[in-house]
């Protein structure tokens, strides 16, 4: 078996603050997978990364800059925290180019005050 | 725009009854249908899912039933347990890396 570990679990910034969120996988899966959890809402993709050095932005990736350094790690930055950007971020990765099973974090849960 | 459509947004059944949760998509190119888990304070899990191909998908007390033709799925929990109270998420893909999420459907299993 294998685990994602998301660090912090809990983050709080300013609004403006530059905030990077760190996601670790032990799967030794290609593609890796940021998503965005609110209150009451799906989950939403903000990027996703298919090797290391990739990059590809999803649905909601206005706001949000990736970056893939190696296999195991993925890591997401919010530019500039806004008041609304209050959310769990969840980490998953998936075996090879199909997403059918995602294995996801435990999440960050994001404060902006 | 909300591709995949689940409810009730949240439902309480009793121990030992069945729970039936409902999710409609729009995309008739999806062709994958997973269903997610996931309990307070963890991150979501594969439970069960089913292909396009399938009317019907049975795993332990979890059965996925399929109607292509009206776009709609559910899924059945049979004998609830208090344990099996989460928060249950339906989604879709065509394939590829993109998958998309209902706003999930949220059980409460009460003993």
């Known amino acids: 078996g294998g685990i994602i570990t998301q660090t912090p679990k809990f983050l709080i910034g300013q609004e403006g603050q530059k905030l990077t969120l760190k996601c670790q996988q032990n799967?030794?899966?290609?593609?890796m997978y940021w998503y965005r959890q609110d209150s009451g809402k799906g989950l939403r993709l903000i990027y996703y990364?298919?090797?290391?050095?990739?990059?590809q932005k999803g649905d909601l990736s206005e706001g949000y800059d990736a970056s893939r350094e190696k296999k195991s790690s993925f890591s997401l930055t919010v530019t500039s925290a806004q008041k609304n950007e209050m959310a769990v971020f969840l980490c998953?990765?998936?075996?090879?180019?199909?997403?059918?099973?995602?294995?996801f974090g435990s999440g960050t849960r994001l404060t902006v005050l | 725009q909300q591709q995949v459509r689940q409810s009730p947004q949240s439902l309480t059944v009793w121990e030992g009854e069945t729970a039936i949760l409902n999710c409609s998509y729009e995309n008739s190119a999806f062709d994958y249908f997973p269903w997610y888990q996931q309990f307070p304070g963890e991150g979501p899990a594969l439970l069960i899912a089913i292909r396009s191909v399938s009317d019907k998908k049975e795993d332990g007390g979890f059965t996925i039933f399929f109607n292509k033709r009206e776009k709609n799925l559910s899924l059945h929990i049979k004998d609830s347990q208090p344990g099996d109270s989460a928060t249950y998420f339906c989604?879709?893909?065509?394939?590829?890396?993109?998958?998309?999420f209902g706003s999930g459907t949220r059980l409460l299993v009460s003993p």
């Open positions: 990364s298919i090797t290391e050095n990739d990059l």
């Open positions: 799967f030794n899966h290609d593609t």
């Open positions: 989604a879709a893909s065509g394939g590829g890396y993109k998958v998309v």
């Open positions: 998953a990765s998936s075996i090879g180019s199909s997403a059918e099973t995602l294995y």
